[in-house]
């Protein structure tokens, strides 16, 4: 138990590290181990195991999620809400109800996004970090329904969640969440209400204070800054940072970043001849020919 809990721990750190492609097998082979040891257990090794099946079932839906692959994420995640059930464990259900969430907000499904937060949210122990979680997510579902005074009311909500939640140090869901992330995510909803000047900024402020370990996230956050400072006119700012989101890009495999930078190489078209925006442009075309 305690070596599939460790072997998740260092998968967690390569997926950030290298990105999804090379995780996936083995989140999939970890999965497959632990349903045959289910069969055997039974009590509290049997509900053990079945929380660690949805931890990873949750992890495969993320890495999924990454590539790009939104059927498979949702698999992934029915597969890690339908174990946290049959776990018993509720915190796990909410937070796993709250990444849905997430993932419904990547899939431009604002209702999706906004029905599942409520309902995480109202699971959330009062004043629990999962409360936060579910309510920031829930914020880019009224973005994405062009919804701008409901989304910043929700924002402005997850913020109030987060300064007063109780960090508990037993619970491991969400303990990435912090102001920073909540600002970024903000920044994610301004571009998505086409305040792209604004988006920029934030983006900017949230990556100065992401922790070292985040490389990915790093490229994704980059990557949506240099397309916020492209669409607000700043086409030479948003060449800089998109090679720099590019070089992370290259190094994870991240489908996420690639996304971004494809529209980031559209949007740029119109400037091509600026020197700048031409060596992104051919950088660009270069990592994908030596990805083909």
């Not at 400072?229 to 996420?256: F, H, N, P, Y």
């Amino acid at each position: 138990m305690e070596l599939l809990q460790a072997t998740r721990r260092v998968l967690i750190d390569n997926d950030n590290l290298f990105g999804p492609h090379r995780v996936i097998p083995t989140v999939q082979q970890q999965i497959a181990a632990i349903k045959e040891l289910r069969v055997d257990r039974r009590g509290t090794d049997r509900r053990q195991l079945l929380q660690l099946q949805t931890q990873y079932s949750e992890l495969c839906g993320w890495l999924y999620q990454d590539l790009g692959d939104f059927r498979a994420a949702q698999h992934w995640m029915r597969e890690a809400l339908e174990a946290s059930h049959m776990a018993g464990d509720d915190e796990l259900t909410t937070y796993i109800l709250a990444r849905r969430s997430q993932l419904a907000g990547d899939m431009n499904d604002p209702i999706e996004a906004v029905d599942v937060a409520e309902a995480a949210e109202d699971r959330a122990v009062p004043r629990s970090r999962l409360a936060a979680v579910a309510a920031t997510y829930g914020a880019h579902g009224h973005a994405l329904r062009n919804d701008p005074l409901s989304a910043q009311r929700a924002y402005e909500h997850a913020l109030e969640l987060h300064a007063i939640m109780d960090p508990d140090p037993s619970s491991p869901w969400g303990v990435w969440l912090d102001a920073a992330y909540i600002d970024v995510q903000r920044a994610h909803s301004l571009a998505a209400l086409g305040d792209h000047r604004a988006a920029a900024e934030g983006f900017r402020n949230a990556i100065s204070r992401l922790p070292a370990g985040y490389h990915r996230d790093r490229g994704v956050y980059l990557g949506r800054e240099a397309v916020s400072l492209a669409r607000a006119g700043e086409a030479e700012r948003a060449a800089v940072v998109g090679l720099q989101a590019l070089s992370i890009a290259k190094e994870t495999g991240s489908d996420r970043i690639s996304r971004e930078l494809a529209q980031l190489d559209g949007i740029l078209d119109q400037w091509r001849t600026v020197p700048g925006v031409s060596d992104f442009r051919d950088a660009l075309t270069d990592a994908v020919l030596r990805q083909a």
